[in-house]
C-alpha cells in the first residue's frame, strides 16, 4: 500500500408523572454477574490499552494492578494533533447480557467524566457503545449505569443505526475523552452486570426522600422535570448518587425567549436539552459551604461554573441562588433563579467528503509505518459515521454498510483496510461529483 492509495409537548408538567415514577427507585436484590475483578495478580493483563496515537495524537494512558487489587487506568490527555482520548478494554469474549439491565462500576476517579463501554462480537474496535460515567474526585462511588443508555458511537460522532443487543456483549473497556489536557486516574474495583429490578418501596425502606421525591413535592420545578424525562435521563439520576442538583425554578425556564422549551422538548433535539441538563448536575453532595470555599464546580457536562458572594447574593455561574442545600437520600438540591445554558465553542462539522479526505490522509502514514490495525480501525469508524451524516447519498450510505459488512468478515487488519479504503476511494469520486 503506497502513499497514493493503500489499499409538541407544552411547558410545565408534561411527562413529569411518568419520570417520577421511573426516577424514585432505587435496587432489589439482583442476580449479578462479574464481568471484570482484579483478585489474581496477571488480571491487568487481560486489559489493552488504546489511545490516540491511532489517530496521531500523544496521549498516554495504560493500565496496572494494584497492591489493594484494584485496576488503575491512568496517565495523560493531550489535545495536541487532533487527539484526546485513552482507552482501555477488555479482549473478546462471549460475556451475554441478555438476562441484565444495567452495568454496576465501582471506582474511585477524579472528578472526571469517563465513558464505559461495551462491544459486541465481531465489531471492531473503533467503534462501541458508550455510556457516560460521571466520577467524584477521590471518592469510591459504585455507578449503575442501564444498558438503555449505552449509544454506539465512532469518530466522536452517535451513530442511531442500530441498539446494543445485549445477548451479543463481548468486552468492556473505559474511555476518557473530555477535551481536558492534563493527568488523570480512575481506580476500578469492580465491573459487574445485574438484571436488578427497582421500585417504589424499595427507595422507600431505605427511608428518605428522593432528588426527584423532593423536587416534585416542592411544585415549582415542572418544566425541570418534564425536560428530565424528555432527556431520558433515568440512568444518571435515578442511581444511589450522591449528586447535586441545580435546580432552575419553573420561572426560570419562563425566562427563556418564547419557544425555546418546546423547541428543546422534541426528540430531535435531545442532545442539546441533555447537555443543558447535564450542566446543571455536579458529581457528589456539594453544600453552599463547600462551593464557596472551592468557589466553582465542574458539572457533568464539563463547564466549570464559578460560586461566589456578590452584592449581598450568592451567585452559581449567572444565576442567583434562591434556596441552599434542600436535602434528599440520594443528594442535595440548591435553586436558583435562571438556566445555566453550556457554552458551545465546538468547530464546525467536516463535510462528508472533507472527512474522507482528513481519514485518508491520517490512515496512510499509519498504514506505510507498519500500523495496519490502527489505519484499519480509522478507516471503520470514518465509514461509519458518514452512514449517518447530513450530505451523504443513499446509494453511498448504502454502499458504506455493504464495504463495512465485507471488512468485518475478514479477520486481517490488512484486508480490512484495503476493503475499507477501496470503498471510502468510491465514495469520494461520487461525493466530489456532486459537491460534496
Known amino acids: 500500500m503506497t502513499t497514493n492509495k493503500p489499499s409538541s409537548p407544552a411547558r410545565g408538567g408534561i411527562l413529569a408523572t411518568a419520570f417520577v415514577a421511573l426516577l424514585a ?19 491487568a493483563t487481560l486489559w489493552n490499552s488504546v489511545n490516540d496515537g491511532v489517530m496521531g495524537g500523544v496521549s498516554k494512558g495504560g493500565v496496572k494492578r494494584t497492591n489493594e487489587g484494584t485496576l488503575l487506568f491512568s496517565g495523560e490527555l493531550s489535545l495536541e494533533n487532533n487527539g484526546g482520548f485513552a482507552s482501555i478494554r477488555t479482549a473478546e ?7 441484565m439491565s444495567a452495568i454496576l462500576v465501582k471506582a474511585r ?3 472526571r467524566t469517563y465513558w464505559v463501554e ?77 438484571d436488578e429490578k427497582t421500585s417504589n418501596a424499595a427507595a422507600a425502606a431505605k427511608g428518605g426522600k428522593t432528588l426527584v421525591d423532593v423536587a416534585t413535592a416542592a411544585g415549582g420545578f415542572k418544566t425541570l422535570l418534564a425536560a428530565a424525562s424528555a432527556a431520558d ?52 453532595q456539594v453544600t453552599l459551604a463547600k462551593a464557596l470555599e472551592l468557589r466553582e464546580g465542574t458539572t457533568l457536562q464539563g463547564s466549570r461554573i464559578p ?17 441552599a442545600d434542600i436535602q434528599a437520600s440520594n443528594g442535595i438540591i440548591h435553586v436558583i433563579d435562571q438556566v445555566l ?11 462528508p467528503a472533507g472527512l474522507l479526505q482528513l481519514a485518508i490522509e491520517r490512515g496512510v502514514p499509519l498504514f506505510n509505518k507498519g500500523d495496519v490495525a490502527a489505519c484499519a480501525a480509522l478507516y471503520e469508524i470514518t465509514c461509519e459515521a458518514l452512514q449517518t451524516m447530513d450530505g451523504v447519498p443513499e446509494a453511498s450510505r448504502k454502499e458504506f454498510a455493504e464495504v463495512l459488512k465485507a471488512a468485518r468478515s475478514e479477520s486481517s487488519a490488512r484486508t480490512q483496510a484495503w476493503i475499507l479504503r477501496d470503498g471510502m476511494d468510491r465514495a469520494l469520486v461520487r461525493l466530489k461529483g456532486n459537491g460534496g
Open 25 to 43: 427507585q432505587s435496587p432489589l436484590l439482583a442476580v449479578q454477574q462479574d464481568l471484570a475483578s482484579f483478585q489474581t495478580a496477571d488480571s
Open 93 to 99: 469474549r462471549k460475556l451475554d447480557l441478555s438476562e
Open 109 to 111: 476517579g477524579d472528578g
Open 118 to 194: 461495551l462491544r459486541t462480537s465481531g465489531q471492531m474496535g473503533a467503534s462501541s457503545y458508550r455510556a457516560d460515567l460521571p466520577t467524584t474526585a477521590g471518592e469510591w462511588r459504585e455507578i449503575r449505569v442501564p444498558l438503555a443508555d449505552f449509544k454506539l458511537q465512532a469518530f466522536g460522532r452517535a451513530l442511531p443505526i442500530k441498539a446494543l443487543n445485549p445477548a451479543a456483549v463481548a468486552s468492556v473497556g473505559f474511555t476518557l475523552a473530555d477535551k481536558k489536557a492534563g493527568p488523570f486516574s480512575l481506580e476500578i474495583e469492580s465491573v459487574r452486570a445485574t
Open 233 to 284: 435521563l433515568v440512568g444518571l439520576l435515578g442511581g444511589e448518587g450522591p449528586l447535586t442538583v441545580l435546580a432552575p425554578t419553573d420561572e426560570a425556564f419562563a425566562k427563556l425567549p418564547a419557544g425555546t422549551v418546546e423547541t428543546l422538548l422534541k426528540p430531535a433535539n435531545r442532545g442539546q436539552l441533555l447537555a443543558i441538563l447535564k450542566n446543571h448536575v455536579i458529581a457528589g
Open 307 to 323: 460560586v461566589r458572594f456578590e452584592n449581598g447574593r450568592v451567585r452559581i455561574g449567572s444565576a442567583n441562588l434562591v434556596t
Open 341 to 351: 445554558i453550556p457554552a458551545t465553542p465546538e468547530a464546525a462539522a467536516p463535510s
